[in-house]
T-cell receptor, first 112, second 114 residues
Framework: DSGVTQTPKHLITATGQRVTLRCSPRSGDLSVYWYQQSLDQGLQFLIQYYNGEERAKGNILERFSAQQFPDLHSELNLSSLELGDSALYFCASSDVNTGELFFGEGSRLTVL | DQQVKQNSPSLSVQEGRISILNCDYT??????FLWYKKYPAEGPTFLIS?????DKNEDGRFTVFLNKSAKHLSLHIVPSQPGDSAVYFCAAPPPQGGSEKLVFGKGTKLTVNP
């Protein structure tokens, strides 16, 4: 158990819909990262938040957005979903001292 | 542009033998490399790392070798155990710094047969 909690674990929805994935970092960690793992891709960095503010942006589509709340949990919003958005979405938080990343179990999104 | 490449999607070895997982990178500015291990239905977990000032780092049954001139690193597991069956990702933080933007390979699925 990494201490990073993600919900839901599985989600099936239709094209054009919008979903929200939720992540709670490890206690004491201020940074939250979102990654996408598609079938034919490695883990792709999407976005990072640090203490409520966006810190770094990766290959995140404009249809996707994220935020980190005062209690440090984060949400990744995916809208106008397409078949190609089907993937595993991982959240991670980093140890404030070592920088080591701790990943959640992921949310598997299936777009039909 | 895949800066970190794991060209073998899968590898199968017998229990007790050596597993060698390979990783190539294109950016010569990478100076730190990590290996992550991922079991089904779990997130990746950190396994072992190596700095570019070293050519070898060993931790128990796991050893990572770095060949900077060839831009190649490998993870050796010896002896391999069935519990090592997992997907292994090679990763590197970008030269501009920040582990947040770790660049991952596509992963190699290792199966260790009893």
């Amino acid at each position: 158990d990494s201490g990073v909690t993600q919900t839901p674990k599985h989600l099936i929805t239709a094209t054009g819909q919008r979903v929200t994935l939720r992540c709670s970092p490890r206690s004491g960690d201020l940074s939250v990262y979102w990654y996408q793992q598609s079938l034919d891709q490695g883990l792709q960095f999407l976005i990072q938040y640090y203490n409520g503010e966006e810190r770094a942006k990766g290959n995140i589509l404009e249809r996707f957005s994220a935020q980190q709340f005062p209690d440090l949990h984060s949400e990744l919003n995916l809208s106008s979903l397409e078949l190609g958005d089907s993937a595993l979405y991982f959240c991670a938080s980093s140890d404030v001292n070592t920088g080591e990343l701790f990943f959640g179990e992921g949310s598997r999104l299936t777009v039909l | 542009d895949q800066q970190v490449k794991q060209n073998s999607p899968s590898l199968s070895v017998q229990e007790g033998r050596i597993s060698i997982l390979n990783c190539d990178y294109t950016n010569s500015m990478f100076d730190y490399f990590l290996w992550y291990k991922k079991y089904p239905a779990e997130g990746p977990t950190f396994l072992i790392s190596i700095s570019s000032i070293k050519d070898k780092n060993e931790d128990g049954r796991f050893t990572v070798f770095l060949n900077k001139s060839a831009k190649h690193l490998s993870l050796h597991i010896v002896p391999s155990q069935p519990g090592d069956s997992a997907v292994y990702f090679c990763a590197a933080p970008p030269p501009q710094g920040g582990s947040e933007k770790l660049v991952f390979g596509k992963g190699t699925k290792l199966t260790v047969n009893p």
